[in-house]
């Protein structure tokens, strides 16, 4: 994702559906999904966040809504294998809700 940023590619999907004409009636979280940079692919159902960020720095801002996150102190180039495990643990130990 490399210059990437959720915010720009809400407002890109915003005008996008008003080039097309689409009236206000007609827009839904499925319109704006489709006009997103990348419509077909699926929510995450885990984020994980490197470097010991508590923030999601911008990233997937409309498709991240419910996902599931995990902070972790290695940096993305050391990330390893264990870490993976670890939020992989964490995350199947969760109960999910999606909002309820």
């Known amino acids: 994702c490399l210059n990437y940023g959720g915010r720009p ?3 890109d999907a915003v005008r996008s ?5 689409v009236s206000r009636d007609e827009v839904s979280e499925e319109t704006i999904r489709q006009h997103l940079y990348w419509p ?4 995450p ?3 994980i966040r490197t470097s010991g960020e508590q923030r999601l ?7 991240s809504t419910y996902s ?3 902070w ?3 940096h993305w180039p ?3 294998e264990q870490d993976l495990d670890e939020a992989l643990t964490a995350f199947s130990e969760r109960q999910r809700r999606y909002g309820k």
């Open 68 to 70: 599931e996150l995990f």
């Open 72 to 74: 972790c102190q290695s």
């Open 17 to 21: 559906i008003l080039r097309q004409g």
């Open 45 to 47: 159902d885990l984020v």
């Open 57 to 63: 720095s911008n990233f997937l801002m409309w498709q």
């Open 9 to 11: 590619e809400i407002v």
């Open 78 to 80: 050391a990330f390893s």
């Open 40 to 43: 077909d692919m699926s929510d």
